[in-house]
Nanobody, 127 residues
């Protein structure tokens, strides 16, 4: 069982930056591949970024590639999403998620493979 709590959301102007954090409970955090997803009003939840258990392998949606960086600190049971050059279309509720992963270097992209989800944190980008 893993409980996830996101923080760091807020209101930011276009072009600005935010760093989201996701704190995980439990002592098996390093056993999970991690991901960030987002959901804008009236839209389905969509994949943003994924990170392997090792913290080495990453995968990003094309819409955020080069602007967002996912990372983790297994000693702190925390995964981060650094968001730079924010755009209006990045406005959404951002969720972190954890997926049991047997492979140390495997990234998990599909929503259905994630077993645990946080409650979400709102990110609003203004013009």
């Amino acid at each position: 069982q893993v409980q996830l709590v996101e923080s760091g959301g807020g209101l930011v102007q276009a072009g600005g930056s935010l760093r989201l954090s996701c704190a995980a409970s439990g002592r098996t955090f390093s056993s999970y591949a991690m991901g960030w997803f987002r959901q804008a009003p009236g839209k389905e939840r969509e994949f943003v970024a994924a990170l392997s258990r090792s913290g080495i392998n990453t995968y990003y949606d094309d819409s955020v590639k080069g602007r967002f960086t996912i990372s983790r600190d297994n000693a702190k049971n925390t995964v981060y999403l650094q968001m730079n050059s924010l755009k209006l279309e990045d406005t959404a509720v951002y969720y972190c998620a954890a997926a049991p992963a047997s492979g140390y270097y495997r990234v998990v992209v599909h929503t259905t493979e994630y077993d645990y989800w946080g409650q979400g944190t709102q990110v609003t980008v203004s013009s």
